[in-house]
């Protein structure tokens, strides 16, 4: 069934510092792909998304490539700043329909001045 | 635009009695709602998922009796738990999509502690 693979956290950086959240998925056929985040005590909002294989979705100055070929959405940021600190869910659709998300574990990154 | 609005916040409730968390679509209407769970450091669970003016479909091991989910109007949604135990104590997030194809947007969560 389809599913979402995320790296284990909590990732803890200095503010600047190159983040990498990896994420890969199961799915069938090409879905869209998302990265959510989650700031402490609120609710989800879509940082970025990628409607087919090769696109780009950036925001933010977070960026993350759809591979098709390796099956992967790994969120990337070249320099993070504490405000960045939250969790981060790459999700897929789910391929029954009606719009259901499914949702890697989250990977909580931490960044420190 | 899209923004979702959930109410209460946080709620504190005692065992055996029943709370209503509302999730509303404020600028656009909303064919259908989901409502999710979240437990501390954990990723969100699909509770159920409902179209307006239809019964929810809850997901595999939801105990629909005990969760009951009404959605009556295109921008109004309610997750009643009812009867509720500690257990229930949990992060409740709801989200709001404008029909097939459409983006979810999420509403803040509520903060559900039953003492």
């Known amino acids: 069934g389809d599913s979402v693979t995320q790296m284990e956290g909590p990732v803890t950086l200095s503010e600047e510092a190159f983040l990498t959240i990896n994420c890969t998925y199961t799915?069938?056929?090409?879905?869209?792909l998302f990265w959510y985040v989650q700031y402490p005590g609120e609710g989800l909002q879509l940082l970025l998304k990628?409607?087919?294989?090769?696109d780009k979705g950036s925001n933010k100055g977070f960026e993350a490539t759809y591979r098709k070929e390796t099956t992967s959405f790994h969120l990337e940021k070249g320099s993070v700043q504490v405000s960045d600190s939250a969790v981060y869910f790459c999700?897929?659709?789910?391929?029954?329909?009606?719009?259901?998300?499914?949702f890697g574990a989250g990977t909580r990154l931490a960044v420190h001045p | 635009g899209a923004v979702v609005s959930q109410h209460p916040s946080w709620v504190i409730c005692k065992s055996g009695t029943s709370v209503k968390i509302e999730c509303r679509s404020l600028?656009?209407?909303?064919?259908?709602m989901f409502w999710y769970r979240q437990f501390p450091k954990q990723s969100l669970m699909l509770m159920a998922t409902?179209?307006?003016?239809?019964?929810?479909?809850?997901e595999q091991g939801v105990e629909k009796d005990k969760f009951l989910i009404n959605h009556a109007s295109l921008t109004l949604s309610t997750l009643t738990v009812t009867s509720a135990h500690p257990e229930d104590s949990s992060f409740y997030i709801c989200?709001?999509?404008?029909?097939?194809?459409?983006?979810?947007?999420f509403g803040p969560g509520t903060r559900l502690t039953v003492t």
């Open positions: 989200s709001a999509s404008r029909g097939s194809g459409d983006e979810q947007y």
């Open positions: 799915a069938t056929g090409y879905p869209s």
């Open positions: 990628a409607t087919k294989a090769d």
């Open positions: 999700a897929l659709p789910f391929s029954g329909g009606y719009n259901k998300l499914i």
């Open positions: 600028d656009f209407q909303a064919t259908t």
């Open positions: 409902s179209n307006e003016g239809s019964k929810a479909t809850y």
